[in-house]
């Protein structure tokens, strides 16, 4: 999830499958995209909510094949003036109330790309000590802890990211990873990743109509013909929002149905 010009490729994608390795005893809830639009309010204001089981921070939009990562958050903070690290304590709050918080890789306007294995392993590694549970001098976000990496990969080869979700993988058990599709039909589509093995299937939705250029579901479409079918798997993990700007009352319409 700047009013988006991440917004443009979601805007082709219609309606999106997300796959993510979230144990499959992880109860179904809604998951929303945070940080690229200034007037969304906070992290801690997305989590109080009450709405959301999971908030997706994007995006580091540039990394890999040798580039300085670049964490980009349009209008609530600057990464490099060190700006941003007080919003440890909104992950915290959010993680306080059960909520997990991840980070989102790519976006439609970033510049990142893997050049090898020893290339998606360094980044992993860069990922691990800089977000997630291990240690570096250079924090962004301070010194809260993420609950795991978000794969919003929009352009490039395609190559070597199964080896980032790999090594990312080797370096806990615990953490999580999601990787998204974009479906030509919804329904087969889903049937297709839920056959997946060893992880939940997220529902990707625009959470307005102005949120994407096309695949907007009307709330009672979602709840009266879509989730009584989807629910029905055993991999259905939840529905997710792009993005918490746009998300003025969807989340709380879909709420006690998910």
Known sequence: ???????????????????????????????????????????????????????????????????????????????????CTGISDD?????????????SLGGATGSYSLSSPDDASQVADYLWNTYLGG???????????????????????????????????AYSSQRKCDY??????LLARWNQWASVPGGQVFLGLPASEAAAGGGYMPPDVLISQVLPVIKTSPKYGGVMLWNRFFDQSYSSAILSSI
């Open 135 to 169: 240690s570096s001098s250079s924090r962004p976000l301070g010194d809260a802890v993420l609950d795991g990496i978000d794969f919003d990969i929009e352009s490039g080869t395609g190559q070597f990211w199964d080896d980032l979700a790999r090594s990312l993988s």
């Open 1 to 83: 999830m700047a009013a988006h010009s991440q917004t443009s490729h979601l805007l082709l994608l219609s309606i999106l499958i997300a796959f993510t390795l979230f144990s499959s005893s992880q109860a179904a809830g809604i998951a929303t995209y945070w940080g690229q639009n200034g007037a969304e309010g906070s992290l801690a204001d997305a989590c109080n909510t009450g709405n959301y089981q999971y908030v997706i921070i994007a995006f580091l939009t540039t990394f890999g094949s040798g580039q300085t990562p670049v964490l980009n958050l349009a209008g609530h903070c600057d990464p490099p003036s060190g700006t």
């Open 180 to 185: 998204r599709g974009s479906p030509d039909n």
């Open 91 to 103: 992950i915290r709050t959010c993680q306080s109330r059960g909520i997990k918080v991840l980070l």
